[in-house]
């Protein structure tokens, strides 16, 4: 027998999704959507399972799922750091498909998890991507991971990088960093990344580092929050950077480099703040986090 | 005013293209898959080839706003590698279910060989199956023949004439076409197919029920602004304003519409992610003439 790793109750996560969709869905196409669930589950090949895949919208509709706080709550209690709030009823019925394939072993249903990614159209790759912290074996899925991060579409890498707890749990540091800094690279909203914080490491802060000293050398602007993290790491050769960025005209790059120095141990980073006690009080006063920053930024 | 181009070959097109389609009032377009002007030798090219179909080239038209659909099939030169056609057939079952896929296309003949004959009627037989549009590419050479022998074809395996577009028509062919209740779509292609000032004769002559017009833009020289160009010169001269409507864009919704997966509240959305998404750019709306930058509207 080979050890099966879960990273959620499979059932638990089934009939989670199964009860908000029953809300949503005519119930002659929920019954027979569960048919085809327990069809797939015994079945010999996957035929079944890849048509299905690509078709349910059909039936399931791409509504937004109607969720109450509870479910929200719910949702992070049967796997750590799950956000299912902008989920769609396709999104939920393809992950039970996904799940539906759970008794498979190991290299069987990695195969066909890269046999549907092999010919998968736009919203197959995210409704994949967005199911990956639900499923069994995940040690063996990072190769997948890594290629939704490597994939040029945005939607597609914010499924797999944003809001989703499987990357921060499974990514090595190198695959880890090139998620970040793709984010970076793409303007997307890094806080909504899980786990940023807990990931930082110093080789990706000197990734940064030197990312934003090209832009700047292009007369380019930074994401203001990929000071987050360099923060933990500041030390007399990122100390500059910081000093550049509390200097910036833009107030949203001055408020992220004092949260910066306010995150950071190093005593120049810490006079740095003290010079700004307008920021500085924000910050005590919990009016400025990188979380406010985050949404500021969504926002603006 | 909005536009449709129903068949434009976007893989071989640039951005300034996409801009170009998205400032002339095209809101959606169809890319029916074809030769790329050199034969595929492996089926693996072929499942790339309909993999970037739905999901790069899809996502590269949605940053530019313009929704993008397609049709798959084998086009008839390639029909005449019967070891490759057949694996093709094994995998075209695979993308015609998948979403935003529209039809079968473009099938039909080139060359009239028994391998073109063959695999045209396997296709025909998936379009009857799961009740697809079917998109026709009538030849180059021996036209009117070929016109008439694909319509046959469509016949004899049962396929009612409203759920074909026969394409590539011209003033010998279109009488033809309209009489058996076919859809006539014309290519306006400089220099080879039709030129624009006769399609202002034909729709004067023909009246605008059941005729479309397209570009099928690709890596020849061509003009991907055909569409609007073309309904600028009708509007000129003196067609209605509701057959053009007809005829670059209705038509096309039409029938292509009965495959349930080509829908005016798609882009109609879009036009409001589009504000969003190109802030200071003006967006086209109903009634607006088509802008088009140039000396000319004329394609010879």
Redesign the interface.
Known sequence: MENKTYQADVNEVQSFLLNIISLQMKELALLSFKQLLSEISTAETNTTFYIAYSTVWKYSGKEKLMLSENDLKRADEIRKGWVIKDWTTDQACRALLLLSLSNHEKTTFVKTLNNLAGAADVSELVALYLALPLLPYPESLCDRAAEGVRNNMTVVYDAIALNNPFPAAYLNENAWNQLVLKGIFNNRPLGQIVNLDQRANEKLAGMISSFAHERWAAGRSVSAEAWRCVAPFINENFLSDIEKVIEHSNPIEQKAAALACATSSFPEAKKLLNQRADLKMLIEEKQLSWQILSEELSNF | MMLIDPHIHMTSRTTDDYEALQKSGVVAIIEPAFWLGQPRTEIGSF?DY??SL???E??RASQFGIKHYCTIGLNSKEANNEPLADEVME?LP??L????VVGIGEIGYDDMTAAEDKYFRIQLEMARKMNLVVQIHTPHRDKKAGTIRSMEVCMEHGISPSMVIVDHNNEETVKDVLDRGFWAAFTIYPSTKMGNERMVEIVKQYGSKNIMINSAADWGKSDPLAVPKTAALMLEKGLTQEDVRLVCYQNALTSFGQS?QFNEKDWLAVEVDQREKFSGNSVLRGGQAPRIDGASNIIV
């Open positions: 499942k309909f993999n739905i999901g790069w899809r996502f995998i695979m993308f279910c998948k979403e935003g349930g």
